[in-house]
């Protein structure tokens, strides 16, 4: 089994920053695909930003220019640089890993338990 989990959420004033942070341990042979994605009450889960293992990045337009995604291979972690934040960034954020247990496995997806940003002044 894999397990994410996320850190670095909180409240924080519109024009303000955060990072967050997800680490995947457990039984990990290769991370394809590392990402976040968001999900606001009443509303569907939506991508933000992902990041292949080859560091190729993709971001939802809505935040694109103030979210930077990176990851530290190494140490199966990814990182979400959050700068500007507005109200509408309000949501839970999911980490999310497309990743091999082992070789010749399938892709497994795997989420974390979400953390709470919440922008507000």
């Known amino acids: 089994q894999v397990q994410l989990v996320e850190s670095g959420g909180g409240l924080v004033q519109p024009g303000g920053s955060l990072k967050l942070s997800c680490a995947a341990s457990?039984?990990?042979?290769?991370?394809?695909?590392m990402g976040w994605y968001r999900q606001a009450p009443g509303q569907e889960r939506d991508l933000v930003a992902t990041i292949t293992n080859g560091v190729s990045t993709n971001y939802a337009d809505s935040v694109k220019g103030r979210f930077t995604i990176s990851r530290d291979n190494g140490k199966n972690m990814v990182y979400l640089q959050m700068n500007s934040l507005k109200p509408e960034d309000t949501a839970v954020y999911y980490c999310?890993?497309?990743?091999?247990?082992?070789?010749?496995?399938?892709?497994?997806?795997?989420w974390g338990q979400g953390t709470q940003v919440t922008v507000s002044s």
């Open positions: 457990g039984r990990i042979f290769r991370i394809q695909t």
């Open positions: 999310n890993a497309l990743l091999l247990e082992y070789i010749g496995d399938n892709i497994r997806n795997y």
